[in-house]
């Protein structure tokens, strides 16, 4: 007991295998581009194999070769461009006001209690049926495809981010009394990072909403976009034009869900995620 | 230590005239409805005198946090008064610092920023606040783990931490609920013996509250014994130990005297810790 006021010897930290993360790594990857070739693969096959029509479905040689034609015609870019604005921008929207409205109604509890059963009876209504109001009213341009997918990602966001700020760890909060720290104070430095987790997964619902809606959108009435390209492809029996569209739809869906996701890590960098080194 | 062993002897004596710095003046409190009262606290009386160290033992429920968070200014009694160096407590201040069972370190911030939160909260000078922050740091054997997360420390080192943050608004005042009460025994002892040291190179007088008898008698200069149903206090214990306390404090007979007197209570209580 002697050596007691001695410092607490440093326990040496975990010894990783560097070597062997990492080839367990790249297995990982040589395992996952085996699958993809062997879908591809698979796909193209069973196509040929069943002598599928080509209305009914394509195969990824066609596909690719209807995507090449389209590209040397210059059909998609703008179609995109526009699909991944009205993405972006009904996002940004949708989920900034989502959690400003998730703020002032935490900050005020009885504003929250009110609202509440009026937010979840709206939150279940499947916000794309209201699509052609949205359309009634604003026309078949970029606005009314941006506020339909704002429409669509506020709520995820709000109720999200509502549970997450609804939830106040009572030590916390005591320990910022103890410290007298001003409303605006806890909220920056307890309530905020303890919501970001709740806040983070209603964005990645929103994200994924966020496309669905601009199509759904573009579908019921619009000039530009993927989703007026993939009607169009339709009409003229395009198949493998359709599946072209669908691809491209994966892409992006794909890319927003991983950009939001490496936000959340460098966000909410203190949560210990599946996967993680310990 | 001669003056700090004086010291014990004198508030063993309690000599009217010493002015307290934390007085409980007949506080209680009581929780619940209307309808259905639950007395958590029954006309609770105490001093504790600067620089002073007492420490209150008691069954779970017997309204020992209640009193502490009484004192912390975090919720003002039914009855009676709390006052600091005899001004009424009404709101948590700078000259009260606690340290809660669970160290309560914020994840998001590493150990450095944990540790200076307060002085971040209070628009202090930050710098001076770290360089403060590391003295205090390596005082603990804390050195090299400021920029470490609280999630990486032992449960012992975020304690330190938590009790490092607490001392950063120089309090004169340190109030402990069950600090230590989710470590290891061992770890319990490491940290005794280290907040025996700090509270006697601080001089800042701590409210302890403890499940354990002897962490009690080992580093307070009065235990004090409360009974639950309703929280009153049976009887406060002078311990006269000199100070530096040692491990060898604990083979001492009058820390033994000091644990019977304290066990006896518990015993025809029907041992109901
Ligand atoms: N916020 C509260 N609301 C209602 N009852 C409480 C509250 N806090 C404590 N109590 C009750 O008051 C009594 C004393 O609690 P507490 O001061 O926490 O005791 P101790 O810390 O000694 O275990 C217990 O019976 C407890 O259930
Ligand atoms: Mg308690």
Same mark, same amino acid.
């Given at each position: 007991m002697?050596d007691a006021a001695v410092p607490l010897?440093?326990?040496?930290?975990?010894?990783?295998?560097?070597?062997?993360?990492?080839?367990?790594?790249?297995?990982?990857?040589?395992?996952?581009?085996?699958?993809?070739?062997?879908?591809?693969?698979?796909?193209?096959?069973?196509?040929?194999?069943?002598?599928?029509?080509?209305?009914?479905?394509?195969?990824?040689?066609?596909?690719?070769?209807?995507?090449?034609?389209?590209?040397?015609?210059?059909?998609?870019?703008?179609?995109?461009?526009? /699909?991944?604005?009205?993405?972006?921008?009904?996002?940004?929207?949708?989920?900034?006001?989502?959690?400003?409205?998730?703020?002032?109604?935490?900050?005020?509890?009885?504003?929250?209690?009110?609202?509440?059963?009026?937010?979840?009876?709206?939150?279940?209504?499947?916000?794309?049926?209201?699509?052609?109001?949205?359309?009634?009213?604003?026309?078949?341009?970029?606005?009314?495809?941006?506020?339909?997918?704002?429409?669509? /990602?506020?709520?995820?966001?709000?109720?999200?981010?509502?549970?997450?700020?609804?939830?106040?760890?009572?030590?916390?909060?005591?320990?910022?009394?103890?410290?007298?720290?001003?409303?605006?104070?806890?909220?920056?430095?307890?309530?905020?990072?303890?919501?970001?987790?709740?806040?983070?997964?209603?964005?990645?619902?929103?994200?994924?909403?966020?496309? /669905?809606?601009?199509?759904?959108?573009?579908?019921?009435?619009?000039?530009?976009?993927?989703?007026?390209?993939?009607?169009?492809?339709?009409?003229?029996?395009?198949?493998?034009?359709?599946?072209?569209?669908?691809?491209?739809?994966?892409?992006?869906?794909?890319?927003?869900?991983?950009?939001?996701?490496?936000?959340?890590?460098?966000? /909410?960098?203190?949560?210990?995620?599946?996967?993680?080194?310990? | 230590m001669?003056?700090a062993?004086?010291l014990a002897?004198?508030?063993?004596? &309690?000599?009217?005239?010493? &002015?307290?710095?934390?007085?409980?003046?007949?506080?209680?409190?009581?929780?619940?409805?209307?309808?259905?009262?639950?007395?958590?606290?029954?006309?609770?009386?105490?001093?504790v005198?600067?620089g002073e160290f007492v420490a209150i033992v008691?069954?779970?429920?017997?309204?020992?946090?209640?009193?502490l968070?009484?004192?912390?200014?975090?919720?003002?009694? &039914?009855?009676?008064?709390?006052? *600091?160096?005899?001004?009424?407590?009404?709101?948590?201040?700078?000259?009260?610092g606690v340290v809660f069972q669970d160290a309560?370190?914020?994840?998001?911030?590493?150990?450095?920023?944990?540790v200076?939160?307060?002085?971040?909260?209070?628009?202090?000078?930050?710098?001076?606040?770290?360089?403060?922050?590391? &003295?205090l740091l390596e005082n603990v054997g804390l050195?090299? *783990?400021?920029?470490?997360?609280?999630?990486?420390?032992s449960g012992g080192m975020r304690q330190r931490a938590a009790i490092v943050r607490a001392l950063m608004?120089?309090p004169r005042v340190l109030l402990m609920d069950e600090p230590f009460g989710a470590l290891d025994a061992l770890t319990r002892e490491r940290m005794n013996l280290e907040l025996a040291r700090i509270a006697e190179q601080s001089r800042v007088a701590v409210l302890l509250i403890t499940h354990s008898i002897a962490e009690a008698a080992f580093l307070a200069d009065r235990v004090?014994?409360?009974?639950?149903?309703?929280?009153?206090?049976?009887?406060?214990?002078?311990v006269?130990i000199?100070r530096p306390r040692t491990p060898k404090t604990l083979?001492?007979?009058?820390f033994?005297?000091?644990?019977?007197?304290?066990?006896?209570?518990?015993?025809?209580?029907?041992?109901?810790?």
């Amino acid at each position: 007991m002697t050596d007691a006021a001695v410092p607490l010897a440093v326990a040496p930290a975990a010894r990783r295998r560097p070597a062997s993360r990492g080839r367990v790594r790249w297995t990982n990857r040589a395992l996952s581009a085996a699958l993809f070739v062997g879908v591809i693969g698979a796909w193209e096959a069973l196509v040929r194999l069943f002598d599928v029509s080509p209305l009914m479905f394509a195969a990824p040689s066609a596909v690719l070769e209807a995507f090449m034609r389209g590209v040397s015609r210059g059909l998609y870019w703008e179609h995109l461009g526009v /699909t991944v604005f009205e993405v972006v921008a009904g996002f940004s929207i949708g989920a900034s006001l989502g959690f400003l409205l998730a703020v002032a109604v935490s900050e005020f509890e009885r504003a929250g209690r009110l609202l509440f059963p009026y937010l979840v009876a709206i939150q279940s209504l499947p916000k794309v049926a209201v699509a052609p109001f949205v359309i009634l009213w604003l026309g078949f341009g970029v606005e009314s495809k941006v506020l339909l997918v704002a429409l669509i /990602t506020f709520f995820p966001v709000l109720i999200n981010a509502m549970s997450g700020l609804a939830i106040q760890d009572p030590q916390r909060m005591d320990l910022m009394r103890v410290f007298r720290a001003t409303r605006w104070q806890t909220f920056r430095y307890v309530r905020l990072p303890s919501a970001a987790p709740a806040i983070f997964a209603g964005l990645n619902v929103a994200a994924v909403l966020a496309l /669905t809606g601009a199509i759904v959108a573009e579908f019921v009435g619009a000039q530009r976009g993927l989703g007026v390209l993939l009607l169009q492809a339709q009409t003229n029996l395009d198949t493998a034009g359709m599946l072209v569209i669908l691809v491209m739809l994966a892409a992006i869906g794909l890319t927003i869900n991983v950009t939001v996701r490496a936000v959340e890590r460098k966000v /909410t960098y203190w949560v210990a995620r599946r996967g993680d080194a310990p | 230590m001669s003056a700090a062993a004086a010291l014990a002897d004198v508030h063993a004596a &309690r000599p009217d005239g010493a &002015r307290p710095i934390l007085r409980f003046e007949r506080v209680g409190h009581v929780f619940g409805t209307e309808s259905c009262p639950l007395r958590a606290l029954d006309c609770v009386d105490l001093d504790v005198a600067p620089g002073e160290f007492v420490a209150i033992v008691g069954a779970s429920g017997c309204g020992k946090s209640t009193l502490l968070r009484i004192a912390a200014g975090l919720i003002s009694p &039914r009855e009676g008064a709390a006052s *600091f160096d005899g001004a009424p407590i009404v709101e948590p201040r700078g000259e009260i610092g606690v340290v809660f069972q669970d160290a309560v370190m914020l994840p998001w911030f590493n150990v450095i920023d944990n540790v200076t939160l307060p002085a971040r909260l209070a628009g202090r000078d930050m710098s001076a606040a770290r360089a403060e922050a590391e &003295r205090l740091l390596e005082n603990v054997g804390l050195t090299g *783990f400021s920029q470490s997360w609280p999630s990486s420390l032992s449960g012992g080192m975020r304690q330190r931490a938590a009790i490092v943050r607490a001392l950063m608004t120089k309090p004169r005042v340190l109030l402990m609920d069950e600090p230590f009460g989710a470590l290891d025994a061992l770890t319990r002892e490491r940290m005794n013996l280290e907040l025996a040291r700090i509270a006697e190179q601080s001089r800042v007088a701590v409210l302890l509250i403890t499940h354990s008898i002897a962490e009690a008698a080992f580093l307070a200069d009065r235990v004090v014994v409360m009974t639950p149903r309703p929280g009153r206090i049976a009887e406060e214990i002078p311990v006269p130990i000199p100070r530096p306390r040692t491990p060898k404090t604990l083979s001492s007979p009058d820390f033994a005297a000091v644990c019977e007197r304290a066990r006896a209570h518990f015993l025809e209580d029907g041992g109901s810790e």
